[in-house]
């Protein structure tokens, strides 16, 4: 694989460089006299009393701070030194962006090259000719050969303890991936953090552990009188941080042990990248904090400068052939899991870093590179701090946001009792506690944003929060969540309380029809209510003056007062109909003219649905009187009429035996009472008329009333009794002499055939052979005279 070749030999030759390089500055240190030169204090406070060298210190110190200032106020403005070197009268201002960052990759290149033209001239400093090398220190091989030798025994000792200590805790890692992997239980996530966090402090305990075993070996074992030699301790330091930070991507890229990986890819993927980044972090880190300094400090800073510029350049190198050949396969998972992404803000997230992940990592490292080349001293151990801050920012986020998605797609279960007795509850809390871990999620994003912005410290976080805006901003921030929720749990009870009253199942039985309708009420104006408040209180949480607002409403509502007097006259007519409980849903009523079903009743208005099906909404302020069919009891009212030569007292027993048999069917047990025979009510120009009343169930009446009508029909038809009905009698008109005109008749054979058609008189016998349908009764016979025909 080109890219672990390439990485064998950074590693290479950052070992070659560093004993090569380290020969004369371990031979300096060790060959150094005993004696060093102490601060000589007392010649100090001899030129400090002599007014002459004193004054001349002064001056000194002046120069030497207007010539830094001069040179800060160079480098805070190219612009001003750019317009300062143009021949025309440019002014700082009128200098374009093109020109300063040229002037600025002018600046870089530039300094790229004194850094290796300082890194030669150490170079050939120290391995020059013998003239050169007589005016400075002598190279001792014997003290180089034994500190390279102490060097290598301590780097050896450390990183053998580590791997010994590392196999020893490699069974409890085992155990505790394995007791992570038990993925089927509802506690997957938890379980897997435990392990992970537990694994991290057993690892970071055996680097402490081999940290100490290096540290005695540089004290006791070969340092002299139980001291440490100044490049041992920056070893061991280096060593502590390195392992440290491998520790940390451990944690992500567990290569070993799937149970404790948090990064949700594959084996192979997690060790590549575990390895990327380790050998790049210990490339970087063993050169810049333990080559560099030694350098530095015994042979010549140009000289650790240029080395360091020449590891990061090669890192940068490495870091971006990697990221370069991984570019794609990358941005393949990427996709893919933004595919199979539940939310679109996450699926558009993961396709847009997807395409840009590679350019953001290369302006990373550029960007580590150029700083680190402009500012060895002091950006990149802020470049670092930076990146682990960010890196363990975003890891708890990540972590947090893991957990919530986790919950937001877990539904609530609740037990079977108490989705009997509150039916809706289980929805509401499916419905209202995701959205809430939804704005959680969206709060710990903005956080997490807000503290790698503090990080790279583009805004001072712990500065705005001191402050009194930044102070007042989180307060209110949190105020407005506690209220929301406050509310969010104030709805979820009440609700909760009103439709356990409104089920039959809860304990307390069906309720009425009218608990029903006010519960109902009540649940719509809670709503309004609880929404209401809420608004105002966040309102005025947030600084903004609700005085005004609810004078303007009140306003605006005794304008609509005015304006609108027939919905003030619906409200309040509706309000004390629900309260004098004249109708409730499902009642069958008169109402506005308007007889129905009560189908649905608010403040303003009940919906009627009519017999035929017709849905009519009816205004409360055109109700003039509600009459309600359904309140404890109805009667049927039934009036019969017989003929004037039936007798009264049989009708009567015939209507009390159609009673007794209406008591035996199927709607007997509607019936209350036992029949009210009114009697008599009127003598009719045809029949003589009976009242009976019937008791009945409320909204049975009419039931029940069929039923006893077919009953009767029965029962009087049994006994002869008969039901008058009105005839008609036909006049065929007199003539002037009082003879009656003659009739035209068609007389029809039995197959329907015109036999004869001719006027006949009204006395005019029909043909025997033609049908008629003309009754038999002599009392239906047509009267002899004219005058009884009248």
């Given at each position: 694989?080109?890219?672990?070749?390439?990485?064998?030999?950074?590693?290479?030759?950052?070992?070659?460089?560093?004993?090569?390089?380290?020969?004369?500055?371990?031979?300096?240190?060790?060959?150094?006299?005993?004696?060093?030169?102490?601060?000589?204090?007392?010649?100090?406070?001899?030129?400090?009393?002599?007014?002459?060298?004193?004054?001349?210190?002064?001056?000194?110190?002046?120069?030497?701070?207007?010539?830094?200032?001069?040179?800060?106020?160079?480098?805070?403005?190219?612009?001003?030194?750019?317009?300062?070197?143009?021949?025309?009268?440019?002014?700082?201002?009128?200098?374009?962006?093109?020109?300063?960052?040229?002037?600025?990759?002018?600046?870089?290149?530039?300094?790229?090259?004194?850094?290796?033209?300082?890194?030669?001239?150490?170079?050939?400093?120290?391995?020059?000719?013998?003239?050169?090398?007589?005016?400075?220190?002598?190279?001792?091989?014997?003290?180089?050969?034994?500190?390279?030798?102490?060097?290598?025994?301590?780097?050896?000792?450390?990183?053998?303890?580590?791997?010994?200590?590392?196999?020893?805790?490699?069974?409890?890692?085992?155990?505790?991936?394995?007791?992570?992997?038990?993925?089927?239980?509802?506690?997957?996530?938890?379980?897997?953090?435990?392990?992970?966090?537990?694994?991290?402090?057993?690892?970071?305990?055996?680097?402490?552990?081999?940290?100490?075993?290096?540290?005695?070996?540089?004290?006791?074992?070969?340092?002299?009188?139980?001291?440490?030699?100044?490049?041992?301790?920056?070893?061991?330091?280096?060593?502590?941080?390195?392992?440290?930070?491998?520790?940390?991507?451990?944690?992500?890229?567990?290569?070993?042990?799937?149970?404790?990986?948090?990064?949700?890819?594959?084996?192979?993927?997690?060790?590549?990248?575990?390895?990327?980044?380790?050998?790049?972090?210990?490339?970087?880190?063993?050169?810049?904090?333990?080559?560099?300094?030694?350098?530095?400090?015994?042979?010549?800073?140009?000289?650790?400068?240029?080395?360091?510029?020449?590891?990061?350049?090669?890192?940068?190198?490495?870091?971006?052939?990697?990221?370069?050949?991984?570019?794609?396969?990358?941005?393949?998972?990427?996709?893919?899991?933004?595919?199979?992404?539940?939310?679109?803000?996450?699926?558009?997230?993961?396709?847009?870093?997807?395409?840009?992940?590679?350019?953001?990592?290369?302006?990373?490292?550029?960007?580590?590179?150029?700083?680190?080349?402009?500012?060895?001293?002091?950006?990149?151990?802020?470049?670092?701090?930076?990146?682990?801050?960010?890196?363990?920012?975003?890891?708890?986020?990540?972590?947090?946001?893991?957990?919530?998605?986790?919950?937001?797609?877990?539904?609530?279960?609740?037990?079977?009792?108490?989705?009997?007795?509150?039916?809706?509850?289980?929805?509401?809390?499916?419905?209202?506690?995701?959205?809430?871990?939804?704005?959680?999620?969206?709060?710990?994003?903005?956080?997490?944003?807000?503290?790698?912005?503090?990080?790279?410290?583009?805004?001072?976080?712990?500065?705005?929060?001191?402050?009194?805006?930044?102070?007042?901003?989180?307060?209110?921030?949190?105020?407005?969540?506690?209220?929301?929720?406050?509310?969010?749990?104030?709805?979820?009870?009440?609700?909760?309380?009103?439709?356990?009253?409104?089920?039959?199942?809860?304990?307390?039985?069906?309720?009425?029809?009218?608990?029903?309708?006010?519960?109902?009420?009540?649940?719509?104006?809670?709503?309004?209510?609880?929404?209401?408040?809420?608004?105002?209180?966040?309102?005025?949480?947030?600084?903004?003056?609700?005085?005004?607002?609810?004078?303007?409403?009140?306003?605006?509502?005794?304008?609509?007062?005015?304006?609108?007097?027939?919905?003030?006259?619906?409200?309040?007519?509706?309000?004390?109909?629900?309260?004098?409980?004249?109708?409730?849903?499902?009642?069958?009523?008169?109402?506005?003219?308007?007889?129905?079903?009560?189908?649905?009743?608010?403040?303003?208005?009940?919906?009627?649905?009519?017999?035929?099906?017709?849905?009519?909404?009816?205004?409360?302020?055109?109700?003039?009187?509600?009459?309600?069919?359904?309140?404890?009891?109805?009667?049927?009212?039934?009036?019969?009429?017989?003929?004037?030569?039936?007798?009264?007292?049989?009708?009567?027993?015939?209507?009390?035996?159609?009673?007794?048999?209406?008591?035996?069917?199927?709607?007997?047990?509607?019936?209350?009472?036992?029949?009210?025979?009114?009697?008599?009510?009127?003598?009719?120009?045809?029949?003589?008329?009976?009242?009976?009343?019937?008791?009945?169930?409320?909204?049975?009446?009419?039931?029940?009333?069929?039923?006893?009508?077919?009953?009767?029909?029965?029962?009087?038809?049994?006994?002869?009794?008969?039901?008058?009905?009105?005839?008609?009698?036909?006049?065929?008109?007199?003539?002037?002499?009082?003879?009656?005109?003659?009739?035209?008749?068609?007389?029809?054979?039995?197959?329907?055939?015109?036999?004869?058609n001719q006027p006949a008189s009204q006395n005019a016998p029909l043909s025997p052979d033609a049908p008629s349908d003309n009754n038999t009764n002599p009392e239906h016979a047509k009267p002899d005279n004219d005058e009884n025909a009248n």
């Open positions: 694989m080109p890219t672990l070749r390439l990485d064998t030999w950074l590693s290479r030759w950052l070992l070659l460089c560093l004993l090569f390089v380290m020969a004369p500055a371990l031979a300096q240190q060790d060959t150094a006299p005993a004696e060093s030169s102490t601060p000589a204090y007392s010649t100090l406070a001899d030129m400090l009393e002599n007014e002459q060298t004193r004054q001349t210190i002064i001056d000194q110190l002046r120069a030497q701070a207007a010539q830094e200032n001069a040179l800060g106020v160079e480098g805070a403005s190219s612009a001003e030194k750019i317009a300062d070197n143009a021949p025309s009268d440019q002014t700082a201002g009128e200098v374009s962006f093109p020109r300063r960052l040229a002037d600025v990759t002018s600046h870089i290149a530039g300094n790229l090259g004194s850094q290796f033209k300082s890194l030669g001239a150490a170079l050939v400093g120290l391995f020059g000719t013998s003239e050169a090398s007589a005016s400075g220190p002598g190279f001792d091989t014997g003290a180089f050969l034994t500190a390279a030798f102490n060097f290598a025994l301590i780097v050896i000792g450390t990183f053998a303890a580590l791997f010994v200590l590392r196999r020893l805790a490699a069974p409890l890692f085992g155990k505790l991936s394995r007791w992570s992997s038990q993925r089927a239980e509802k506690s997957a996530l938890l379980r897997t953090i435990v392990a992970v966090v537990l694994a991290a402090i057993v690892d970071v305990i055996v680097v402490v552990l081999a940290y100490v075993v290096g540290n005695l070996l540089a004290t006791f074992a070969i340092g002299e009188a139980g001291s440490m030699q100044t490049r041992f301790s920056l070893f061991l330091n280096a060593f502590l941080m390195i392992e440290l930070f491998k520790a940390a991507l451990r944690m992500l890229f567990s290569s070993r042990y799937d149970g404790l990986r948090l990064m949700p890819i594959a084996a192979p993927q997690a060790s590549y990248c575990n390895r990327f980044l380790a050998r790049l972090a210990g490339f970087i880190g063993y050169g810049m904090l333990v080559a560099v300094p030694i350098i530095n400090y015994n042979l010549s800073p140009a000289l650790g400068q240029g080395l360091g510029t020449l590891i990061m350049l090669l890192a940068l190198i490495y870091a971006a052939t990697v990221i370069l050949k991984h570019r794609i396969a990358l941005r393949d998972t990427l996709v893919q899991r933004a595919d199979n992404a539940d939310m679109s803000a996450t699926r558009f997230a993961l396709r847009l870093l997807g395409r840009t992940w590679h350019l953001l990592a290369l302006a990373y490292a550029l960007m580590v590179f150029v700083v680190t080349v402009l500012h060895p001293e002091t950006a990149l151990p802020f470049v670092l701090m930076a990146t682990l801050k960010t890196v363990i920012v975003i890891g708890i986020g990540m972590l947090a946001s893991g957990v919530l998605t986790q919950l937001i797609g877990r539904r609530i279960r609740l037990s079977g009792d108490i989705q009997r007795r509150l039916p809706l509850l289980e929805t509401r809390l499916n419905a209202y506690v995701p959205t809430t871990l939804k704005v959680i999620r969206a709060i710990i994003l903005i956080v997490v944003a807000m503290f790698v912005l503090s990080a790279w410290q583009v805004f001072d976080l712990a500065a705005w929060y001191a402050s009194e805006a930044g102070a007042h901003a989180v307060g209110t921030t949190l105020n407005v969540i506690i209220i929301l929720l406050v509310a969010i749990a104030a709805w979820i009870g009440l609700a909760s309380l009103i439709e356990h009253r409104l089920n039959a199942d809860a304990g307390t039985g069906e309720p009425s029809a009218r608990a029903k309708t006010l519960l109902s009420l009540f649940r719509n104006a809670l709503a309004i209510a609880l929404i209401t408040m809420t608004a105002m209180i966040i309102l005025a949480e947030i600084g903004i003056n609700i005085g005004p607002l609810i004078a303007g409403a009140g306003v605006l509502g005794l304008a609509i007062g005015f304006g609108s007097q027939k919905l003030v006259q619906d409200v309040i007519t509706g309000v004390f109909i629900q309260l004098e409980n004249a109708m409730n849903t499902g009642d069958v009523v008169t109402v506005g003219g308007t007889t129905g079903t009560a189908e649905r009743i608010s403040i303003r208005s009940v919906g009627i649905r009519d017999l035929s099906g017709t849905y009519h909404i009816v205004p409360f302020s055109s109700v003039d009187t509600v009459s309600n069919y359904m309140r404890e009891f109805g009667n049927h009212v039934g009036e019969y009429g017989i003929a004037y030569r039936e007798n009264i007292d049989d009708a009567i027993e015939q209507l009390q035996a159609a009673f007794e048999a209406l008591k035996e069917s199927e709607h007997g047990y509607k019936l209350l009472e036992p029949l009210s025979v009114a009697g008599v009510i009127a003598l009719a120009d045809s029949s003589v008329n009976i009242r009976v009343i019937i008791k009945t169930t409320p909204g049975d009446q009419w039931a029940v009333g069929r039923a006893y009508n077919r009953l009767v029909k029965m029962y009087f038809d049994a006994a002869g009794i008969e039901i008058p009905f009105p005839h008609t009698t036909l006049y065929f008109g007199q003539e002037k002499d009082g003879s009656a005109p003659p009739a035209n008749l068609r007389i029809l054979s039995q197959k329907g055939e015109v036999v004869d």
